[in-house]
């Protein structure tokens, strides 16, 4: 038996006014999954518990198999390992985004532009953060270069002794509330001024600038935690695995969690990924392993930056593309499967940030196709009945179920 997950992050929404009410996989074509949908079971499955914060992090544990509440330890640890960072037992791991921030004098009153500075360049931000490396490091602070936006600062020694605000979660705001706090807040405050101060006029932002483009002018600092321990997924669940995806997040959980990771070339996390590629790649896994964790970060990115039918594009491009392939795929192995089709979480368009309602899920089992008459979206899923309460528990579902 083959097993796979099909993971479009931030897939789920609220109804949407521009879409007459509708959400974006109730109004996306996506043909090759409302096929699938008809011998499916559809339902909702709640990936956050009420005890944690909605994010990508909690979510994705959850989906593959971890218990949030269990084994959570901070968003950006699971970054900083897929890194290659290496954290002790009292380092503190914190996710450093390139932000673009208005020009007003004093910091405070600064509002957030855009979290991911126009999705600037991996060769842009490399630049932008080998320069800050020089004024921001100390034997306790460590700066590392990351993809796109996505950065870590290690800070040696601290044990969580602070508050962080996502900077997707205020888009369009004024920072002033959304500071660091706590008893090291004022510190990390004045590590993100001063990039601020450093970076405004650096030649890549005046080229960017000059482009048109926004200005990588400030470090964001938040996602903090410390040092994860996840038991192997093979010694939970039997099974060989491999993750598939564009962003720290995910490969460092799989990483943590004893999994192979496949990176793709072309995979950048955004609309214009490689779809063809990762649906080859994850084929090409099951030749040798188990199951696969295929995690396509596009919706989530079209949801914060309210682009309504771009989102649904995200959508559609995962049906045509990867859900045909590697359907395709499956059957040339000629091994009964089982493939689940899920967002960790919905990104609604009208928040521009996660949510923690439950995520419409699809189930396959090509040894035991059942007839369904729900489509596969929010509302087909309530209709449905069915109900997971504790994410986690859907990867033991898939296995024992059959």
């Known amino acids: 038996m083959k097993y796979v997950i099909i993971l479009g992050d931030g897939m789920a929404d609220l109804p949407v006014k521009e879409l007459g009410g509708k959400t974006p996989l109730m109004c996306a074509d996506k043909k090759n999954i409302d096929a699938l949908a008809k011998f499916s079971e559809i339902g909702l499955m709640k990936t956050v518990p009420d005890s944690l914060s909605p994010g990508s992090d909690t979510a994705n544990l959850s ?21 290659g960072v290496t954290l002790d037992e009292n380092d503190s791991a914190f996710r450093c985004n390139l932000v673009t921030l208005s020009d007003e ?46 950065h870590c600062l290690k800070w040696q020694g601290l044990k969580n002794d602070v508050q962080c605000t996502p900077p997707h979660d205020i888009s369009d705001k004024k920072i002033s509330g959304f500071l660091p706090k706590g008893a090291e807040g004022k510190f990390l405050t004045a590590i993100m001024e001063k990039s601020y101060k450093l970076l405004s006029s650096h030649p890549v932002n005046i080229k960017r600038v000059k482009r048109g483009l926004n200005a990588a002018n400030s470090l964001w600092l938040w996602g903090q935690g410390y040092k994860p321990s996840l038991k192997p997924f093979k010694e939970l669940y039997g099974l060989d695995g491999a993750v598939i995806s564009a962003v720290d ?56 930056r309210q682009q309504v039918y771009n989102k649904i594009r995200a959508i559609e491009f995962i049906d045509k593309i990867i859900v045909k392939r590697v ?53 087909g899923a309530k209709q449905s009945g069915n109900y997971i309460d504790k994410g986690h528990t859907i990867i033991n579902k898939m296995i024992t179920e059959q």
């Not at 593959?64 to 699971?78: A, C, T, V």
């Not at 979290?115 to 460590?142: A, M, N, P, V, W």
């Open 105 to 150: 004098e004093n910091y405070s009153d600064k509002t957030m532009l855009d979290y991911s500075s126009g999705e600037i360049t991996t060769k842009e931000s490399g630049e932008l953060i080998t320069f800050i490396k020089q004024h921001i490091e100390t034997d306790i602070i460590k700066l590392y270069k990351g993809i796109s936006y996505r």
């Open 327 to 379: 359907l395709s795929g499956l059957k040339k192995l000629n091994q009964p499967f089982t493939m689940l089709i899920t967002p960790d979480h919905p990104t609604p368009l009208s928040t521009r940030t996660h949510s923690r309602e439950p995520v419409p899920y699809l189930l396959f089992r090509s040894n035991k196709p059942q007839d369904n008459k729900f489509s596969y979206d929010e509302q």
């Open 63 to 83: 989906v593959m198999g971890y218990d949030p509440e269990i084994y959570y330890s901070g968003r950006s640890p699971l970054e900083a390992v897929s890194m």
């Open 249 to 304: 997040l995910v490969k460092g959980i799989g990483i943590c969690a004893g999994m192979k990771i496949i990176n793709v070339v072309g995979a950048t996390g955004n609309l214009d990924t490689n779809y063809k590629g990762k649906a080859d790649a994850a084929i090409k896994a099951l030749q040798g392993c188990d199951f696969v964790y295929l995690h396509i970060e596009a919706p989530d990115e079209c949801g914060h």
